[in-house]
Every structure is written in structure tokens, then in C-alpha cells.
């Protein structure tokens, strides 16, 4: 008799499983105009920051390249007799 409730209880468990994931979600609301701005806003904040960031992190790599090897890779001038 135990092995036959626990048998149905976990039969029935299985079933509601089944059943939750396979829901089907209501769709998310339409955004309004103001949200949409300000979405649009944000995105172009953040891409001029990581366009910012970028230059910067560029002049830093070109500085160091300058400092460490350019310096050694720059044509010398011959000394003239």
C-alpha cells in the first residue's frame, strides 16, 4: 500500500512537471515611446563609452609600442665624413 501512494504521488509530481514547463508564458507588455527613448538612449551612451574606452586603451597600446620598440625599430641617420 506505502509503495502505491508514493508510486501515484511522484506519477502525479512527474505530470505537473511536465505540465509547468511546457506552460505557455503571456507576452510581455509593449513598450511605451518614453521607454523606447530611453532604451535608445542608454544604448548610445553605452557605445560612445566603449568607443571612448577603446581610443584610449588604443593611444596607451601605441605608446607603449613607441616607448619599448619603436624607439629601437626608428631608422638611425649615418653620421656624415
Known amino acids: ?3 502505491q501512494t508514493i508510486a501515484v504521488l ?6 505537473g512537471v511536465f505540465a509547468a514547463t511546457h506552460a505557455k508564458l503571456p507576452p510581455a507588455p509593449a513598450k511605451t515611446d518614453a521607454e523606447k527613448t530611453a532604451e535608445a538612449d542608454k544604448a548610445a ?11 584610449k586603451a588604443q593611444d596607451k597600446a ?7 620598440k ?9 653620421a656624415q665624413k
Open 45 to 55: 551612451a553605452s557605445k560612445a563609452k566603449d568607443a571612448a574606452d577603446l581610443a
Open 70 to 78: 619603436g624607439a629601437s625599430m626608428a631608422p638611425e641617420k649615418k
Open 10 to 15: 511522484v506519477g502525479g509530481l512527474l505530470i
Open 62 to 68: 601605441v605608446a607603449n609600442y613607441k616607448k619599448t
Open 1 to 3: 500500500m506505502m509503495k
